[in-house]
Nanobody, 116 residues
Framework: QVRLVESGGGLVQAGGSLRLSCAASGSIFDISSMGWYRQAPGKQRELVASITSGGSVSYVDSVKGRFTISRDNAKNLVYLQMNSLKPEDTAVYYC??????????WGQGTQVTVSS
């Protein structure tokens, strides 16, 4: 099983920046991809960004050009740099990992609030 610990959420004004971090520990030898989902009140959870072990990245259209996902494979960390934040980015952000030989794991979530 993989344990994920997120940090970096908070309150920021529109146009500001935040950096989320997620540290993975436990059974991490077969992690294939990591990334971030978010869920806003009354909305479905959506995939924001993902990165594979080989470094391939993908983003939801609404954050392209503003968010950057990166990964430190040696330290089992994944980051989400969020710039030019908008009120509609307000949500709970969840780190996740996909594994080759086991179930996916999720973090506890970190709140991001963007004020207008």
């Amino acid at each position: 099983q993989v344990r994920l610990v997120e940090s970096g959420g908070g309150l920021v004004q529109a146009g500001g920046s935040l950096r989320l971090s997620c540290a993975a520990s436990g059974s991490i030898f077969d992690i294939s991809s990591m990334g971030w989902y978010r869920q806003a009140p009354g909305k479905q959870r959506e995939l924001v960004a993902s990165i594979t072990s080989g470094g391939s990245v993908s983003y939801v259209d609404s954050v392209k050009g503003r968010f950057t996902i990166s990964r430190d494979n040696a330290k089992n960390l994944v980051y989400l740099q969020m710039n030019s934040l908008k009120p509609e980015d307000t949500a709970v952000y969840y780190c996740y990992v996909n594994k080759l030989f086991g179930p996916s794991s999720w973090g506890q979530g970190t709140q991001v609030t963007v004020s207008s």
